[in-house]
């Protein structure tokens, strides 16, 4: 059975994306069958996989409304093991058609059900907002995984996110675990890098994984190509980094 990871942190410009497409498609590299779902409207985790998100006739948009089977939205194979549930703009619009829907907070969930057993790792990219999409994400999920950028603000705001993670659990998913932290756009070069790494270890009782993603310019290239890092450009230090992180991914072992 599928181990389900949202990938969340509701500021952005901190990583998810770049974590969602090249954690995946290192664990798919690893020989694990691989589910991504884009929750994010802005659609990135699409195009950074190559698909046109604007030419796309079944979204995640049209799973949530109901209008598409689980079986119509998921375009498989995009890279080899990984498989997608793609966004686009469309989605923007779902908050206010399932305004009055029953059960709204389980809709991915309850799709997603059907599906899990296929896969050994599903990934769902949320957006930068504490919104029914991201609640969406983290009752369907096992575990939540936060990248933090190595900036002066990465504390503000982890708070809350860990406060609606333990809401949820406590309300909705009673599964629901940390997966961990993880460091992205790391400049060895600057103190306040190193600084925020050790500031972060000393306030938060979470998981620390102890990849740590390097701010590198071929991993900022690689979405423009619409491919991930490890076929981008294999040998780069970002590819190198999300392998280990998919390798300590892989070890992570929950009750």
Known sequence: MGRVIAIANQKGGVGKTTTSINLSAALAEKGKK????????????????????????????????????????????????????????????????????????????????????????????????????????MTTANTVLVPIQCEYYALEGLSQLVHTVNLVKDRLNPELEMEGVVFTMFDSRTNLSLQVVENVKEHIQENVYKTIIPRNIRLAEAPSYGLPINLYEPKSAGAEAYRLLADEVIARKFD
Not at 71 to 76: H, L, M, T
Not at 105 to 111: F, P, Q, S
Request: with cysteine.
């Open 34 to 137: 691989v589910l991504v779902i884009d929750t994010d409207p802005q659609g990135n985790t699409t195009s950074g996989f190559g698909l046109d998100k604007n030419e796309l006739d079944n979204t995640i948009y049209e799973l949530l409304i109901g209008e598409s089977a689980i079986e119509d939205v998921i375009n498989k194979d995009i890279v080899d093991g990984v498989d997608i549930i793609p966004s686009n703009v469309d989605l923007a619009a779902v908050e206010i058609e399932l305004i009055d829907a029953d059960n709204k907070e389980y809709i991915l969930r309850n799709a997603i059900s059907k599906v899990k057993d296929n896969y050994d790792f599903i990934v769902i990219d949320c957006p930068p907002s504490l919104s029914m999409l991201t609640v969406n994400a």
